[in-house]
């Protein structure tokens, strides 16, 4: 046990300073939050991932997916996913997330499933639409519950366990289309593509009752058996001694307190922007791989999955990176730079086939980033709960409806492999992402010389600290291991000789 605990600490899953009760529960929250969580977001990655693999499996010829007929059905997904996001996480405020999210699960599973039976275009349209639609409450609905548990130096950490699902779910998916392909193919009359959504659909629909079971809701809302009276208690105290606010409902105001702000204007453009610029390791990876012509399907999916590997090592570094920097922005900066250089080395094209998997492989790495952006965001929104989970939701309809046209214009499928049009658009949006980037922080610093501190406000309002007193004094103390009382802040402001303004 104590090898264990000098390595979590080493590692800063817990930190030296931080108390047994409190190891104890966060420890309870990691179980809880992350098993359903993680569950949830990895078979909805591997039923989303299903239709690339199956399209390179032998779906593509069966339903006569030529032209850009494969990019529609891709959008189709899309145009489901979009529609309810932003009205689900608000939704998702009110109502039980442990009933809610798991009916969402199972919704997806069954179309899932069904899409293993599809005969025609048309039905794989209409079938990838309800996936879209029900799997809407997935990503952004357990994005929310994720970054509702933790303070600023265990969100990078957790957020990155998250995001590796995304790659695994579409690894396994890779190696599940391999041997479906190679063992069922042709059993019951079905092609193999068919039984990769029959089995993806049969491993989703029971992992809906692991979030019946574990699924804690949100810290102040919970109702979660295996947390004790106390523990409830001391999940609301961390957070808000931290700057994170309780809820305080849905009100007509919520729209206005997240459009009348710049925060959420600013990074749904850093998102989205971020988020694009390593798209190529993605299906144009899988389709040049196809196009060379002396590499067998297995042999392809076996290959794709050297990315999705990639990303799942680099998430967990430049997470665990993230909360030792206490920053968000750095590694995104480390990732957008190397984003930059492989996208120009695709761009030129004309290099050996060794340097473009080079290329294809390292965006995989500088991938690994892509989750801090949410953390970053959840810590910007601490004051209002219900903003930062509509915030999350509206930064990925973008994403979403950015994923509907920019394929269908500057990645379309007769384009492949070598998508000239869609390098440039890569090229162009790293080199805005990296330009913009340190803007979050020039509008903060501008905010707090007009006395305008949303973190401050929430300990003030919750009486950690008061209004002579000041914030870096209260950073300062309990980062040193410290409970600062009121006559240390005081005596430590006076020090600084800092005043503090309160935000009516």
């Known amino acids: 046990m104590g090898l264990i605990k000098w390595f979590s600490e080493l590692i800063g899953w817990y930190p030296a300073d931080m108390s047994q009760e409190e190891r104890k529960l966060v420890f309870k929250i990691d179980w809880l939050v992350l098993s359903f969580s993680c569950m949830a977001y990895f078979t909805k990655n591997l039923d989303v991932s299903a239709l690339t693999n199956a399209y390179v499996s032998g779906m593509g010829q069966d339903?006569?997916?030529?032209?850009?007929?494969?990019?529609?059905?891709?959008?189709?997904?899309?145009?489901?996913?979009?529609?309810?996001?932003?009205?689900?996480?608000?939704?998702?405020?009110?109502?039980?997330?442990?009933?809610?999210?798991?009916a969402a699960e199972v919704a997806w599973g069954v179309f899932t499933l069904g899409t293993g039976f599809v005969k025609t275009y048309k039905q794989l349209m209409v079938l990838r639409f309800f996936v879209g639609l029900s799997a809407t409450a997935c990503y952004v609905g357990n994005a929310h519950i994720v970054n509702s548990w933790y303070t600023r130096q265990e969100l990078g950490k957790r957020n990155a366990i998250y995001a590796c699902v995304y790659p695994l779910g579409a690894m396994f998916s890779g190696y599940l289309q391999s041997a479906a392909y190679t063992n069922l193919d042709g059993k019951h009359s079905l092609p193999g593509w068919s039984w990769l959504f029959i089995i993806c659909g049969i491993i989703t629909i029971p992992c809906s009752i692991i979030g019946v079971i574990f699924c804690p809701n949100v810290p102040d809302r919970t109702k979660s058996r295996f947390l004790t009276a106390r523990e409830k208690e001391l999940c609301v105290e961390r957070l808000l001694k931290d700057g994170f606010a309780k809820t305080r409902g849905v009100d007509r105001q919520l729209l206005k307190r997240l459009f009348g702000d710049w925060r959420i204007y600013v990074f749904f453009i850093i998102a989205n922007l971020y988020w694009m610029t390593f798209y190529p390791s993605g299906t144009p990876y899988t389709l040049w791989l196809s196009k060379l012509d002396k590499y067998s399907i297995p042999m392809i999916n076996n290959l794709s999955t050297i990315t999705q590997a990639a990303t799942v090592v680099s998430t967990l570094l430049f997470g665990f990176y993230s909360d030792w920097r206490k920053s968000r922005a750095e590694p995104i900066f480390i990732s957008g730079i190397l984003i930059l250089v492989c996208n120009v080395m695709l761009l030129v094209w004309h290099i050996p086939d060794g340097a473009k998997f080079f290329a294809f492989i390292m965006l995989g790495v500088a991938s690994g980033p892509t989750n801090l952006v949410i953390p970053w965001l959840a810590e910007t929104y601490s004051h209002d709960l219900e903003a930062?989970?509509?915030?999350?939701?509206?930064?990925?309809?973008?994403?979403?409806?950015?994923?509907?046209?920019?394929?269908?214009?500057?990645?379309?499928?007769?384009?492949?492999?070598?998508?000239?049009?869609?390098?440039?658009?890569?090229?162009?949006?790293?080199?805005?992402?990296?330009?913009?980037?340190?803007?979050?922080?020039?509008?903060?610093?501008?905010?707090?010389?007009?006395?305008?501190?949303?973190?401050?406000?929430?300990?003030?309002d919750n009486g950690i600290v008061h209004e002579r007193d000041s914030l870096e004094a209260y950073d300062d103390i309990e980062s040193a291991g410290g409970n600062p009382s009121e006559k240390e802040l005081t005596e430590k402001a006076k020090d600084a000789n800092i005043g503090v303004t309160v935000i009516n």
């Open 388 to 460: 930062r989970s509509t915030s999350i939701a509206v930064c990925n309809v973008g994403w979403v409806v950015i994923n509907l046209v920019v394929p269908l214009v500057a990645w379309p499928t007769k384009s492949a492999p070598r998508y000239f049009g869609g390098y440039v658009w890569s090229v162009v949006w790293s080199v805005i992402e990296l330009v913009i980037l340190p803007l979050p922080f020039i509008l903060e610093k501008r905010d707090k010389k007009r006395g305008v501190d949303y973190r401050l406000q929430v300990l003030i």
């Open 63 to 102: 339903l006569d997916l030529d032209g850009n007929k494969f990019n529609y059905a891709t959008s189709m997904y899309y145009v489901g996913y979009c529609l309810f996001q932003i009205p689900s996480n608000i939704v998702l405020t009110r109502l039980p997330a442990e009933y809610y999210l798991p």
